[in-house]
């Protein structure tokens, strides 16, 4: 972790602006082609939903921009690594929030996704033991496909990018998935997100 320069970063007046802001977040929702990361998915014995995490937390990675933070000194943090913080639904319908450790490699991630499973089946802790910064905040919708979406807002000063996934629905020989990203607007402009979106894609199409 390394701390940015504000006053030779060259969005230093946008975060100034949009960081002076009661609800800096802006939101975005488009559609991508998950037909090979389910075919995938199905050859190599891994979770769905962990083939579309992790090709998320690649592209997260991959985009300098969604791995800054606001920290309590109002400096702006650049992490070398950004984790994933999914949530999990339990047999009672009742969810828990976890911390999985990103890898590269699939089967480590996903190795580290089903521990948390495991832990957040066997207790009632809506919150992880880890609570920090280095992550995205990730949800699923898998019942309903969506156009837009709306995440609570606490209220307190947040600079972590909230990501949402609908069910997975056939268009013709295709897959597809929505996308919601929200993300604040002092650190993160729509060419991130665009950006994004084109290495999410990448990702997903790559075995």
Same mark, same amino acid.
């Given at each position: ?15 100034e ?5 009661? !609800?800096?977040? +802006?939101?975005v929702?488009f ?7 389910y075919?995938?998915?199905?050859? *190599?014995?891994?979770?769905? +939903? ?12 991959? #985009? ?5 933070r ?29 911390? #999985? ?8 991630? &996903? ?13 009632? !802790? ?7 910064? !280095? ?29 949402? +996934? ?11 998935? !929505? ?8 650190l993160?402009?729509?060419?991130? #997100? ?6 999410? &894609? +990448?990702?997903? *199409?790559?075995?």
């Open positions: 972790m390394k701390v940015l320069d504000k006053h030779t970063w060259n969005r230093q007046s946008h975060f602006f949009f960081n002076s802001f009661v !609800d800096p977040y +802006f939101g929702t559609k991508v082609d998950v037909t090979k990361a075919q995938f998915s199905r050859s *190599n014995d891994v979770s769905f +939903f962990v083939k579309y995490l992790h090709a998320t937390m690649q592209a997260v990675n991959d #985009v300098e921009n969604f791995k800054y606001i920290n309590e000194e109002n400096d702006v943090v650049v992490f070398d690594t950004i984790h994933a913080s999914p949530t999990i639904l339990r047999p009672n319908k009742t969810f828990g929030f976890t911390f #999985v450790n990103y890898d590269d490699d699939i089967l480590k991630f &996903q190795a580290s996704f089903l521990k948390e499973k495991e832990r957040v089946f066997n207790s009632k !802790d809506l919150f992880p033991p880890v609570n920090s910064m !280095d992550c995205v905040h990730c949800s699923s919708l898998p019942w309903i496909s969506f156009t837009g979406h709306k995440e609570p807002f606490k209220g307190d000063k947040d600079s972590i990018p909230k990501l949402a +996934f609908s069910k997975m629905e056939s268009c013709g020989t295709k897959k597809e998935m !929505d996308i919601a990203v929200n993300v604040n607007h002092a993160v402009d729509g060419y991130h #997100v665009g950006l994004f979106n084109e290495k999410l &894609q +990448f990702h997903l *199409n790559s075995y």
